[in-house]
């Protein structure tokens, strides 16, 4: 959009901005920096917005007061089983209850949207007790199996429903005059024409299980098995108190997938959300 | 190609009937338009010989097959959707030759078929572009393509031209046109515009509120339309329909009285039908106070005040005559159409 704004309001409006932007950019700057202090500069007074000293031997410390690569590659595992799953189940179901016409359809989507509604804490007692009964607790099952079936499944499943609502039903007559069932018709042109609304769904569904914190804390007890999040709350000493220098390298390492997605991919992303009605 | 044959075929959602019972014979390469207003039905005709509505009631057979049953894919025929309903993430060439592509035919035959409708349609240019890529007439020129490399034995327009401007329309009416003579292939048509109607088709079905008005040449259609509805539908401008008595003096419209062709039996209840070109003007005749006068270049277009009744006429001669000026109309007797006002069915 071509605005005709005065030099003057330019600057006022580009320094307005510069300051809303500092709550959004000084915790992950404080972080950065942070990582690379000694632990006694990082309660300076006053802060260093720079470090005085670097010492980049947090970030190696990291990996030996954990086993954070087989933690690093448990949550990067299980996060692309979890995006896999809910981008096949969501895309399916979605388009079922856009496209295929069957009894109660509207009315067992709402049921299904009302799952929304039910906080996780409320369900992670009965689940614990169910993964118990299969013999599944302090493995990763539960991590995968849950938001593939539960609350970001239903979200993911709402937004491709929304997306496959708005595709013209034309192209879905035409490729039965071509010859197509209606599984081709799914993947062959629902699927593919649904590609910002999986983009979406993918860095949504990602993301979410990037930072599961509480089911991970519930359901595995083992350093070996835990996943990013929970790993970053295990940096200590022998008193318990945080090594927040180290804890603040470990979370630079597991904040950049997410940037990296979010940079890739933030194009996709809005896109997808407003074909899918989604964006304000 | 093959006949289509519709045998009383009902359409209902729920209760709600919106076919009432339609019988049309479609020859064996025949151009059938099915026109009327909007809301009569002639979609979900076209539709249901697509095998993409269910039939309520009745049998559509093509060629020797009643196909009421079967899925689109296996009715062997190719339908032009209203917004061309190209696959957007698809070229040109993948998109002419999906079709033949799901129905097992080899790389080579493929791009054999692709480039002959390529070449018949001027497409040839375009194979490697995608949807978003081309102009309104391109994509309608696409979807023609798709339909034709198959070698359907019907095909199946659904309003195509109607998203073109009215420039571009009347070149790819031709070109449809043009591509029946040169294919042959028995072909049904659905438009709310008549024009595309009469120009395009060897048989016109007009329909309204669900059920066939009347089926013919669009000619005869013009000329003897079978009642008042057909006629004011078929024509533009459309018929003048004056109502009145018809008596032995002539017929009586209020204070106006218009000459009619000898021979009519008397009725207390008709309606007058006359098209505006068959109204002349004359030194003598009925009299008319010119309205509005719209030069048209080839002819010009007069609404007329003929007592209480507004009419329009179109004249060949390029008129002087201001609004307010009395002229003096002769309606041509043989052309003169008279109907039942009560049933709307034609009397002469």
């Known amino acids: 959009m071509k605005t005709d704004l005065s030099p003057r309001m330019k600057v006022a409006l580009y320094g307005l ?88 359809s509207n009315a067992i989507f709402m049921v299904v949207l009302l799952g929304l509604l039910i906080p996780s804490e409320v369900t992670i007692v009965p689940l614990f007790q169910m993964f118990l009964k299969w013999g599944m607790i302090n493995t990763h099952w539960p991590l995968i199996l849950v938001p593939i079936f539960g609350a970001p499944s239903v979200f993911a499943t709402f937004v491709m429903r929304q997306f496959f609502i708005a595709l013209p039903v034309e192209l879905e007559e035409a490729a039965r005059v071509d010859g197509l069932g209606r599984f081709k018709i799914f993947w062959l042109i629902a699927l593919p024409l649904a590609k910002p609304a999986l983009g979406a769904v993918a860095i949504f569904t990602f993301l979410h299980s990037w930072n599961l914190y509480l089911e991970p804390i519930v359901f595995l007890s083992s350093t070996q098995m835990f996943t990013l999040p929970q790993a970053l709350t295990q940096f200590t000493d022998a008193y318990g108190g945080a090594m927040w220098n180290i804890q603040l390298a ?12 979010f940079i890739v991919a933030q194009k996709q992303f809005v896109e997808g959300l407003a074909h899918t009605g989604l964006k304000g | 190609m093959a006949p289509v044959t519709l045998k009383s075929i009902t359409k209902s959602y729920g209760t709600t009937p919106v076919l009432h019972g339609i019988d049309i014979d479609i020859a064996d390469g025949e151009f059938v338009v099915l026109v009327g207003p909007s809301g009569c039905g002639k979609s979900t005709l076209l539709r249901m010989i697509a095998g993409l509505e269910t039939v309520t009631g009745g049998d559509i057979s093509i060629g020797a097959r009643v196909v009421n049953d079967l899925e689109p894919k296996d009715r062997d025929i190719a339908m032009v959707f209203q917004n061309y309903a190209l696959y957007p993430h698809m070229t040109v060439a993948t998109n002419m ?33 995608y949807p978003r890529q081309l102009s309104g007439g391109q994509r309608q020129r696409v979807a023609m393509g798709r339909a034709i490399v198959r070698n359907p034995q019907v095909f199946l327009f659904d309003e195509p031209l109607s998203n073109l401007d009215a420039k571009l329309r009347v070149v790819m009416r031709g070109e449809i046109k043009g591509l029946h003579q040169r294919l042959g292939v028995t072909t049904v048509y659905v438009t709310h515009d008549q024009v595309e109607a009469m120009t395009m088709a060897d048989k016109i079905v007009v329909m309204n509120g ?63 039908g006359i098209r505006p070109e068959h109204l002349s003007l004359a030194a003598a005749g009925v009299p008319a106070i010119v309205k509005l006068v719209e030069p048209m270049g ?22 002087k005559s201001q609004p307010g000026e009395t002229v003096h109309l002769q309606p041509d007797l043989t052309a003169i159409h008279l109907f039942d006002a009560t049933t709307g069915g034609r009397l002469n």
């Not at chain 1, 470990?250 to 997605?261: E, F, G, N, R, Y």
Request: net charge neutral.
């Open chain 1, 17 to 104: 901005m510069c300051v809303l932007l500092i709550p959004f950019v000084f915790p992950t700057w404080w972080m950065l920096t942070s990582s690379v202090k000694p632990i006694s500069d990082i309660f300076a007074f006053p802060p260093d917005l720079w470090p005085r000293r670097f010492d980049f031997s947090t970030y190696a410390r990291v990996f030996e007061l954990q086993p954070f690569a087989r933690q690093y590659w448990n949550s990067a595992y299980i996060a692309a089983l979890v995006t896999g799953g809910t981008m096949i189940i969501s895309s399916m179901a979605g388009y079922a209850f856009a496209r295929i016409k069957f009894p109660f």
């Open chain 1, 250 to 261: 470990a979370a630079t390492m597991t904040a950049i997938p997410v940037l990296l997605v």
């Open chain 2, 97 to 129: 030759g999906f079709s033949l592509e799901h129905r097992g035919a080899g790389k080579a035959e493929i791009a054999e078929r692709v480039n002959w409708a390529a070449d018949i349609l001027g497409l040839r240019p375009l194979l490697d572009r």
């Open chain 2, 210 to 272: 669900g059920r066939v008005e009347q089926v013919g040449a669009p000619l005869d259609l013009y000329d003897r339309p079978a009642n008042l509805f057909v006629a004011g539908f078929i024509g533009s401008p459309a018929m003048n329909a004056i109502a009145g008595r018809i008596t032995a003096d002539g017929f009586m419209a209020g204070d106006v009285t218009l000459p009619l062709p000898p021979g009519v039996s008397r009725a207390d209840n008709a309606v007058y």
């Open chain 2, 298 to 319: 080839s002819e010009t277009q007069v609404t007329l005040t003929l007592g209480e009744h507004t009419v329009i006429g179109v004249f060949r001669e390029r008129l």
